[in-house]
């Protein structure tokens, strides 16, 4: 098995590990998958294995475009926020813990948000919870 690794060292160094990874900005996965695409062109890639949440979406991109089995892209970016997982789940009827998101624009908002974490962790475990409700 032959592996072709992709990473965001700097694209300036010229192959510096002997590795002949393809160097990719992971900040924007459309743009690092299209250049995974255009390198592979010739290839035949079997699968993509990715380590890390930046480096999953770009993968997600590739895998699509390379007709690979992998998670959708949408998938992928769901599960980088709690909330917008949640999200998911709670819309695709799944059973899951009460949520909300609060923002706090203010210091006193942060403190007032500190107690509501403490009293809701306090309240869980006065009641045998073995899990707090707050998470975000």
């Not at 709690?82 to 009827?93: I, N, S, T």
């Not at 006065?126 to 998470?135: L, M, V």
């Amino acid at each position: 098995m032959e592996l072709l690794y992709v990473t965001d060292r700097c694209h300036q160094l010229d192959d510096p590990w002997g590795d002949r990874a393809i160097a990719v900005h992971f900040e924007n996965p459309e743009a690092a998958a299209y250049e995974v695409m255009d390198r592979v062109r010739d290839q035949n890639v079997d699968g993509i294995l990715a380590l890390g949440d930046r480096p999953a979406a770009a993968a997600a991109f590739a895998a699509r475009g390379l007709g690979i089995a992998y998670n959708h892209p949408a998938a992928v970016e769901a599960c980088r926020s709690k909330l917008r997982m949640r999200e998911v789940f709670r819309d695709a009827g799944l059973p899951g813990p009460w949520f909300r998101k609060i923002c706090f624009a203010s210091d006193a908002g942060a403190r007032a948000s500190r107690n509501l974490l403490s009293m809701c962790a306090e309240t869980a475990f006065a009641f045998g919870e073995p899990r707090s409700c707050a998470r975000e």
